[in-house]
């Protein structure tokens, strides 16, 4: 989280409790992506908690390499893939789920690049004004691109769900990209991530949907 190491555990410990208590709520394998946000949330939230702690107390100082990249892993690596993946394993109609193929594969192909990228370029952070900065020293011919892309299968995947209520996720998310960006414009990789883990209660908001979800279309193929 953008302000402390302390917000940054409370927020990993309270968001991993509320993933421990969504995966519990599933009720089909295909729905314990979707049900895990919050606790991989949370990781990352503890994650960045190790970051504070490595920026601004040298006792800890050899922990920041580790927990910088841990932290961007979860940022630019898993949730491109994660987000559509876990929408596209809970789609019943085929033709959303050839559309949820697509993004997911567009999410995947984000993953990649930027994988290669955090292991290819430097990669520093340091605390200013208040805040974490990731200096990312990728190639900007290309990191437009990743980032329009990057947003498309995290924000406009949800949109694509016939799932009740699953534009929610969008619509949340997209509220906290714009936040991130019109107020906390230099550290958008930390704030967002903090914003952006509001969509855990519109997760466990969600299960009940789900299970009916799934057991309405259990129910149809028994008949």
Not at 32 to 37: R, S, T, V, W
Not at 133 to 139: E, G, Q
Not at 157 to 186: D, E, H, Q, R, Y
Request: aromatic fraction near 14%.
């Amino acid at each position: 989280m953008c302000f402390s190491a302390t917000a940054s555990f409370a927020a990993g410990i309270a968001l991993s409790t509320v993933g421990v208590i969504t995966l519990k709520k599933s009720e089909a394998a295909s729905q314990l992506m979707f049900a895990g946000i919050p606790l991989v949330f949370g990781l990352q939230q503890l994650t960045e908690g190790v970051v504070w702690m490595a920026l601004n107390n040298p006792e800890y100082a050899h922990l920041k390499t580790v927990s910088v990249y841990t932290f961007m892993t979860f940022a630019q690596i898993i949730w491109p893939s994660w987000v559509p993946i876990s929408i596209l394993l809970l789609e019943k109609r085929p033709a959303r789920k050839n559309l949820l193929y697509l993004f997911s594969a567009i999410g995947l192909i984000v993953s990649i690049y930027l994988g290669y990228c955090l292991a290819t370029y430097p990669v520093d952070a340091h605390v200013r004004e208040h805040h974490i900065f990731y200096n990312l020293k990728y190639p900007m011919g290309l990191i437009s691109k990743g980032v329009a892309l990057y947003l498309l299968a995290i924000i406009f995947t949800p949109f694509l769900s016939s799932i009740k209520k699953m534009w929610v996720v969008g619509l949340v998310t997209l509220i906290s990209f714009v936040a991130a960006k019109l107020i906390f414009s230099n550290f958008v990789i930390s704030v967002w991530c903090m914003f952006a883990a509001l969509i855990s209660v519109v997760v466990w908001y969600m299960m009940p949907h789900l299970n009916e979800h799934y057991r309405l279309h259990k129910l149809k193929i028994s008949f």
